[in-house]
């Protein structure tokens, strides 16, 4: 089972954020690999982004919601959303919500 997940809501809207593109990348030895991707669901969620429990390291949890805000005939100023986050402790699930609206995002550690 992953061990992260996200659930993706439009706060402009106050409705998950469907079919929004999301990636997660690795950095290692200096360098960033994309390892997963998908897209989320019509609840807003991407509930398992890896088919594996991630190793302990430095990750990145990608969302195109420029994309996303584009297919919704809406302007935006951010163009991807970026989550820069560490994982210390594998056994772990990481759950990273993301709130957007097309001048704004925020995320948290969920449960």
Do not use: C
């Not at 593109?21 to 807003?44: F, K, N, P, S, Y």
């Not at 709130?99 to 969920?110: D, E, Q, W």
């Amino acid at each position: 089972m992953s061990n992260i997940s996200t659930h993706i809501l439009d706060t402009s809207l106050g409705k998950p954020a469907a079919k929004v593109r999301v990636w997660l990348e690795r950095e290692q030895q200096g360098q960033w690999r994309a390892i997963a991707e998908g897209t989320t669901d019509a609840d807003g969620r991407a509930r398992e982004l890896t088919p594996d429990e991630l190793p302990a390291g430095h990750y990145r949890l990608h969302a195109d919601v420029g994309g996303y805000f584009t297919a919704d005939n809406r302007e935006t100023l951010y163009a991807t959303a970026i989550i820069d986050f560490v994982i210390k402790d594998a056994a772990q699930h990481y759950h990273l919500p993301l709130l957007i609206s097309p001048y704004s995002y925020s995320t948290y550690r969920g449960s």
